[in-house]
C-alpha cells in the first residue's frame, strides 16, 4: 500500500458503465483519458459521445502523469472525518492530453509554495486494494 | 428585438432568518405564506392564480401547493434544471412565456428554503464530525445512481464538494490573470452589507461590516473568506406574472419583463463542480458572456441602459466575474470596477444588489434578487435609485444561469 494522505472517510467515487474502466485502470495505477478513435479528440470525464465529432467510438489513452497547476484552492473545512487540515484540491492541466484538465489533490506540499503554473506529478494514493486515487505533488520537493 | 408582454405584478416574502431560525413552519407552509403575500401586493386574488413556476431543488411540488392553496385549476406547472441557483430568472421567463402564450393567465414563481429542516447546503450534505463507523468497509467505487452523480464523482473523491471550494477554483484563476485582490472582494461584500443595513428585511441588516472585518474573517477556501460566500438562510418568496391585459386593470405598478436568458456555454456541465474543461478563455469568466450579448439583443438595450442590477452573488467572486461578462467593465477589470464605488445605491454608476443580495439579505436562490428589480422599479427598494427604468437581474454564474431585463414604462 502506497503512503496515504486522506482518511478511508473521503466520499467514494461514484461511476457508471461510461466511467467504470477510469476508475478500473487507476486501480491498476494507470492514469488513462478517453480519446476518440474518429477525431483523437480527449475527454474528460469520461463520456458517450465525442463532443466534436459526435462519434461514438473511444479507446482509453495513458497519460505520464506530469501536468501543471491550472487553478487551485486551499480548502479549511474538512469533507471527512480526521482529515488533516488545510487541504488543497486543484485543476491539474495534464500533460500529454491536448490541453486537457482534470480535478485533483496536492499533496506533500506547503500551501505557501502552491502557484498556477507549478509542475506536478502524479502520486497514487491506495484507499485500499480495489481503489486508487490519482493526486498530484510539485516535481521539485 | 423581440416583443414581449408579460409583467411583473407582485411580490412578496416570508420572514428571512439564519438558516435553521425557521423551525416551526413547514417549508411548503413558508411557500404558501409568499405566494399569498405576492397576490395580494398584486391585487389579484388566489383564485385568480392558474399557473406555478419554480427551478431545480424545489422541494415543494407544484401540484401540492396548488391543492393546499385552493387553486380553483392548475393550467401550468413547470420547472427549470439544475443547478437550482442559476433557475430563478427562467422561471420568471418560463412564467412569462406561459402567460404570453396563454397557457395561463398568472403565474406565481416561488422558491421556499428551510434549511434547518432538511440540510445545509454550506455542509454538502456531509458530516465530518460524526463519528466512523465501528466496522469500516473498505473504500471502494459505488455505483452513481444518476449522470449528475456520475459526473460529480470525478469531484466528490477529491474532496469537491462545498460550493466555497468550487466557486475558488475560477476566481483563483481571475486572480492569477488579472491582479484580482481580495480587498476587492472585500469591498463589494461591504457595500452590499451598507444596503443590506438599510433593509428591515435583511438578515445581517443590524450587522454592519468593515473591509477589515472581511480581511480577518476566516479562510473558508481560499482565495473565499467567510464574508466572501453567501448567507444559508430559511425563508420564502414569490413573484407574480401575468399579461399586459391583466397588468393593466391593477392597483401596483406593472414591471414589463424586457427580455429573458437562460443558457450555459458548451461544456460547461455543473461549472467548477464537475467540468475543468471548459476552454480556457472562458474559464475564469462567469460564463454568461454570450447569454448577456442575447440578452442585450433582444432588449436592443446594452450594459449602459441598465440603472441598477441585482446580480446572484453566491460568492463575490461569481459577481466580479459577471460584472464582466454582462459589460459593465473590461475583461479583468472587474476588481477596479468594484474600487470605483460603482456598485453602491448612493451616487455608483452600476447600483447593485440594493437589498443587500445573497451575501447580505438572504439566500433564497437569488429569487429575492428578481423581488428586488421590480421593487427597485417600482421605487420601493429601501435603497432607491431614482427615476431608475431598467434593472438586469440574474441567476447564479460559474454554473448554468439565467437573466431578465426588467423595465419600467
Same mark, same amino acid.
Given at each position: 500500500m502506497s503512503q496515504r494522505f486522506f482518511p478511508d472517510g473521503m466520499p467514494p467515487p461514484l461511476a457508471d458503465a461510461?466511467?467504470?474502466?477510469?476508475?478500473?485502470?487507476?486501480?491498476?495505477?494507470?492514469?488513462?483519458?478517453?480519446r476518440c478513435t474518429s477525431c483523437e479528440t480527449t475527454r474528460h470525464p469520461?463520456?458517450?459521445?465525442?463532443?466534436?465529432?459526435?462519434?461514438?467510438?473511444?479507446?482509453?489513452?495513458?497519460?505520464?502523469?506530469?501536468?501543471?497547476?491550472?487553478?487551485?484552492?486551499?480548502?479549511? @473545512?474538512? =469533507?471527512?472525518?480526521?482529515? /488533516?487540515?488545510?487541504?488543497?484540491?486543484?485543476? &491539474?492541466? +495534464?500533460?500529454?492530453?491536448?490541453?486537457? @484538465?482534470? =480535478?485533483?489533490?496536492?499533496? /506533500?506540499?506547503?500551501?505557501?509554495?502552491?502557484? &498556477?503554473? +507549478?509542475?506536478?506529478e502524479l502520486v497514487w494514493e491506495d484507499m485500499s486494494p480495489d481503489l486508487a486515487i490519482p493526486r498530484f505533488r510539485p516535481v521539485e520537493r | 428585438m423581440t416583443q414581449r408582454h408579460a409583467q411583473l405584478v407582485g411580490v412578496g416574502e416570508s420572514q428571512y432568518t439564519r438558516w435553521g431560525k425557521i423551525g416551526d413552519v413547514t417549508e411548503h407552509a413558508l411557500a404558501c405564506q409568499a405566494i399569498q403575500r405576492a397576490v395580494a401586493d398584486a391585487g389579484l386574488s388566489?383564485?385568480?392564480?392558474?399557473?406555478?413556476?419554480?427551478?431545480?431543488?424545489?422541494r415543494n411540488e407544484a401540484v401540492f401547493l396548488a391543492a393546499e392553496l385552493g387553486l380553483p385549476a392548475l393550467r401550468f406547472a413547470n420547472m427549470v434544471w439544475m443547478p437550482?441557483?442559476?433557475?430563478?430568472?427562467?422561471?420568471?421567463?418560463?412564467?412569462?412565456?406561459?402567460?404570453?402564450?396563454?397557457?395561463?393567465?398568472?403565474?406565481?414563481?416561488?422558491?421556499?428554503?428551510?434549511?434547518?429542516?432538511?440540510?445545509?447546503?454550506?455542509?454538502a450534505g456531509v458530516d465530518a464530525s460524526a463519528p466512523a463507523p465501528a466496522n469500516p468497509k473498505p473504500p471502494t467505487v459505488q455505483q452513481?445512481?444518476?449522470?449528475?452523480?456520475?459526473?460529480?464523482?470525478?469531484?466528490?473523491?477529491?474532496?469537491?464538494?462545498?460550493?466555497?471550494?468550487?466557486?475558488?477554483?475560477?476566481?483563483?484563476?481571475?486572480m492569477h490573470l488579472y491582479g484580482t485582490t481580495s480587498k476587492q472582494l472585500g469591498m463589494l461584500a461591504v457595500t452590499f452589507r451598507e444596503h443590506a443595513s438599510r433593509n428591515p428585511r435583511a438578515v445581517m441588516g443590524g450587522r454592519p461590516m468593515t473591509l477589515e472585518d472581511h480581511q480577518a474573517s476566516p479562510m473558508i477556501a481560499d482565495p473565499h473568506r467567510l464574508f466572501d460566500c453567501c448567507l444559508e438562510s430559511d425563508g420564502a418568496?414569490?413573484?407574480?406574472?401575468?399579461?399586459?391585459?391583466?397588468?393593466?386593470?391593477?392597483a401596483a405598478r406593472p414591471i414589463e419583463i424586457l427580455a429573458s436568458e437562460q443558457g450555459a456555454p458548451k461544456g460547461y456541465a455543473f461549472g467548477p463542480f464537475s467540468n475543468a474543461n471548459v476552454a480556457d478563455e472562458i474559464y475564469a469568466t462567469g460564463g454568461g458572456e454570450e447569454m448577456a450579448k442575447r440578452l442585450w439583443a433582444k432588449a436592443g438595450l446594452g450594459p449602459a441602459d441598465v440603472d441598477v442590477a441585482q446580480l446572484y452573488d453566491h460568492f463575490t467572486g461569481c459577481v466580479l466575474?459577471?460584472?464582466?461578462?454582462?459589460?459593465?467593465?473590461?475583461?479583468?477589470?472587474?476588481?477596479?470596477?468594484?474600487?470605483?464605488?460603482?456598485?453602491?445605491?448612493?451616487?455608483?454608476?452600476?447600483?447593485?444588489?440594493?437589498?443587500?443580495?445573497?451575501?447580505?439579505?438572504?439566500?433564497?436562490?437569488?429569487?429575492?434578487?428578481?423581488?428586488?428589480?421590480?421593487?427597485?422599479?417600482?421605487?420601493?427598494?429601501?435603497?432607491?435609485?431614482?427615476n431608475a427604468e431598467v434593472c438586469l437581474v440574474t441567476s447564479a454564474a460559474c454554473v448554468p444561469s439565467s437573466a431578465v431585463l426588467l423595465g419600467r414604462k
Open positions: 461510461i466511467s467504470l474502466p477510469w476508475w478500473e485502470a487507476a486501480a491498476e495505477h494507470r492514469l488513462v483519458v478517453q469520461p463520456a458517450p459521445v465525442c463532443p466534436e465529432c459526435r462519434s461514438a467510438d473511444s479507446d482509453w489513452n495513458e497519460l505520464s502523469g506530469r501536468g501543471q497547476v491550472y487553478t487551485y484552492t486551499i480548502v479549511h @473545512r474538512p =469533507i471527512a472525518a480526521g482529515q /488533516e487540515l488545510p487541504f488543497v484540491i486543484a485543476v &491539474i492541466a +495534464l500533460e500529454g492530453a491536448g490541453g486537457l @484538465r482534470m =480535478i485533483s489533490n496536492l499533496v /506533500e506540499v506547503k500551501p505557501d509554495r502552491i502557484e &498556477i503554473g +507549478l509542475a506536478v | 388566489l383564485d385568480d392564480v392558474d399557473g406555478l413556476a419554480s427551478f431545480a431543488e424545489d437550482g441557483g442559476g433557475g430563478g430568472c427562467a422561471a420568471v421567463s418560463n412564467a412569462a412565456m406561459a402567460v404570453e402564450t396563454g397557457q395561463a393567465e398568472v403565474v406565481v414563481v416561488y422558491r421556499s428554503l428551510c434549511q434547518g429542516q432538511f440540510f445545509r447546503f454550506g455542509s452513481a445512481n444518476s449522470l449528475l452523480l456520475a459526473s460529480l464523482g470525478f469531484a466528490m473523491p477529491f474532496g469537491l464538494l462545498m460550493a466555497a471550494a468550487a466557486y475558488a477554483l475560477p476566481t483563483r484563476r481571475h418568496c414569490a413573484v407574480v406574472v401575468t399579461t399586459a391585459e391583466r397588468a393593466r386593470d391593477l466575474m459577471q460584472l464582466e461578462d454582462y459589460g459593465f467593465c473590461e475583461r479583468g477589470e472587474g476588481g477596479s470596477f468594484i474600487e470605483s464605488g460603482a456598485l453602491s445605491w448612493h451616487g455608483g454608476s452600476l447600483p447593485t444588489n440594493t437589498h443587500g443580495g445573497s451575501l447580505s439579505e438572504a439566500y433564497i436562490h437569488g429569487l429575492n434578487h428578481v423581488v428586488e428589480g421590480v421593487r427597485a422599479l417600482r421605487g420601493d427598494s429601501t435603497s432607491p435609485v431614482e
